[in-house]
């Protein structure tokens, strides 16, 4: 039987949002997936899965359309062996990894991205990692995590990505005064408008990690003020605050309201006055309401029923429902982090429905019941359930799109409203 636990257990009771918890078969993708955003990033790193074959193929078709001249991933496919090999194995990888570096100069990071194949699993990427380092040393730096599909879903792979970074951020002096960190991979155009923003309130000192380049890592330390770009952060937080990093709590920055509540928590920190913040996010704050008036249209009064994927649910959810109108079903998230979610909780309607896990035989079961006219799931997922007679949004594409800021909140809204304005148009 599912644990039905409520969020919060001071107030009126049956107002609070709900948090089912779920255990069983689960169709999300691995963290490999967020190498496809991390590489076109970090635009001096490298991604090498040390994968099988069905690690190659997802990485080759979920990148598919992106690729350009020269990816910065591939896959070093490691094939059934038995343990005696293992030392063979590790000679196998230094090879590729040795003809890989010397054929792409431009490298300065290796990711050593480890999987789910038993092979893979014996083998111990993270002493590879230091092996390598060694011997590229100084010139590239060789660093691993997991990608694993047994340990990760899929936005999960750049918090492991950002955590193996975290030790090597330099120290930032004590004395030197506060500096912001934006943490999570912003689209470099969004990372451009959230600094000339912070920068007309007068907050200069910002960095953003991940940085566009892997040899100018943000300098970090007591006097660090961090807000989070990305829901699904969290043991890069932890290790961010071990650092003696502290969290400005805030919702996300989607759309108008997010993205202003967001600005609000840094001006906040550094007492930019209210008039100053409001002279600065008046104009794209009222353009990004008027867009999303246009797309309120298509959007308000449907029902949108959320499978858990990204970590991106609670605050699209908080942002559909209040910025456009439309009605919360069910909010599946792989995880909750009830800390780094508090503030998106606190905006949900009341009595709104959260599943945290899945079970997916059971929440297709109630995705059903619901009738909902939208429902955003994985790629797996969405194919059936169109073939159904539901209307689908793939999860995917919102991790994959600009969809942080004033200028990109119409953008989010449309990512909702083309699938339903689509089905319309299927059935005239
Ligand atoms: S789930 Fe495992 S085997 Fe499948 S692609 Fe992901 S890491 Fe590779």
Same mark, same amino acid.
């Given at each position: 039987m599912n644990a039905v636990i409520p969020i919060r257990s001071d107030a009126a009771g049956c107002g609070d949002p709900i948090v089912r918890t779920e255990k069983g078969q689960r169709e999300v ?32 078709? #979920?990148? &598919?359309?992106?690729?350009?001249? %020269?990816?910065?991933?591939?896959? *070093?496919?490691?094939?059934?062996? =038995?343990? #005696? ?38 083998? =111990? ?13 100084? $010139?590239?730096?060789?660093?691993? +995590? ?5 340990e990760t879903t899929f936005t999960q ?33 969004? %990372? ?9 309130? &007068?907050? $200069? ?13 943000? %300098? ?5 003020? +961090?807000?989070?770009?990305?829901p699904f952060?969290a ?10 990093? !502290?969290?400005?709590a805030?919702p996300f920055?989607l ?9 609000? *928590?840094? *001006?906040?920190?550094? &007492? ?13 704050? !009222?353009?990004?309401?008027? #867009?999303? #008036? ?8 449907k029902k949108i029923f959320f499978f858990p994927d990204s970590q991106l649910e609670i605050p699209l959810a908080r942002f559909l429902s209040r910025?456009?109108?439309m009605v919360l079903d069910e909010i599946g998230t792989p995880y909750l982090h009830r800390k780094l979610m508090a503030e998106e909780l606190a905006l949900l309607p009341a009595g709104s429905h959260i599943t945290e896990g899945q079970h997916v035989e059971n929440q297709l079961d109630r995705c059903h019941a619901a009738a909902p006219d939208l429902v955003v799931c994985g790629?797996g997922l969405?194919?059936?359930l169109?073939?159904q007679?539901l209307?689908t949004k793939?999860a995917?594409?919102l ?11 119409? =953008? ?17």
């Amino acid at each position: 039987m599912n644990a039905v636990i409520p969020i919060r257990s001071d107030a009126a009771g049956c107002g609070d949002p709900i948090v089912r918890t779920e255990k069983g078969q689960r169709e999300v993708f691995c963290g490999l997936t967020g190498i496809i955003w991390l590489h076109r990033k970090i635009q001096d790193a490298f991604f090498l899965v040390v994968g099988s074959r069905t690690c190659a193929h997802l990485i080759q078709s #979920a990148a &598919g359309v992106m690729i350009f001249a %020269e990816p910065r991933f591939g896959t *070093a496919i490691i094939d059934e062996r =038995d343990l #005696a090999g293992l030392a063979d194995c590790n000679d196998e990888l230094d090879k590729v990894v040795h003809k890989l570096l010397s054929r792409r100069p431009d490298i300065r990071t290796l990711f050593l991205v480890g999987s789910c194949p038993s092979e893979v699993i014996k083998l =111990d990427l993270s002493r590879a990692a230091e092996r390598l380092s060694r011997a590229h040393n100084p $010139t590239v730096r060789v660093l691993n +995590y997991s990608g694993s599909g047994i340990e990760t879903t899929f936005t999960q792979g750049e918090d492991a990505c950002l955590h193996a970074l975290v030790p090597l951020l330099p120290t930032l002096p004590p004395g030197r005064g506060k500096r912001l960190l934006v943490v999570g991979t912003l689209a470099d155009v969004v %990372e451009d408008q959230m600094r000339r923003l912070l920068a007309d309130m &007068g907050i $200069t000192a910002v960095d953003f990690f991940p940085p566009r380049n892997s040899t100018e890592l943000p %300098e970090i330390g007591a006097e660090t003020r +961090y807000l989070l770009a990305q829901p699904f952060l969290a043991d890069t937080t932890l290790a961010l605050e071990s650092r003696g990093a !502290q969290r400005l709590a805030a919702p996300f920055p989607l759309g108008a309201e997010g993205t202003t509540a967001w600005l609000r *928590a840094a *001006a906040s920190a550094w &007492g930019i006055d209210p008039d100053t913040f409001e002279a600065v996010t008046r104009a794209p704050r !009222q353009r990004a309401e008027a #867009a999303l #008036a246009r797309q309120k249209v298509h959007l308000e009064g449907k029902k949108i029923f959320f499978f858990p994927d990204s970590q991106l649910e609670i605050p699209l959810a908080r942002f559909l429902s209040r910025e456009l109108g439309m009605v919360l079903d069910e909010i599946g998230t792989p995880y909750l982090h009830r800390k780094l979610m508090a503030e998106e909780l606190a905006l949900l309607p009341a009595g709104s429905h959260i599943t945290e896990g899945q079970h997916v035989e059971n929440q297709l079961d109630r995705c059903h019941a619901a009738a909902p006219d939208l429902v955003v799931c994985g790629l797996g997922l969405a194919n059936p359930l169109e073939a159904q007679g539901l209307t689908t949004k793939w999860a995917i594409e919102l991790v994959f799109t600009p969809i942080q800021g004033y200028e990109q909140a119409a =953008d989010l809204a449309e990512l909702f409203s083309r699938p339903l304005r689509r089905r319309i148009k299927l059935a005239a």
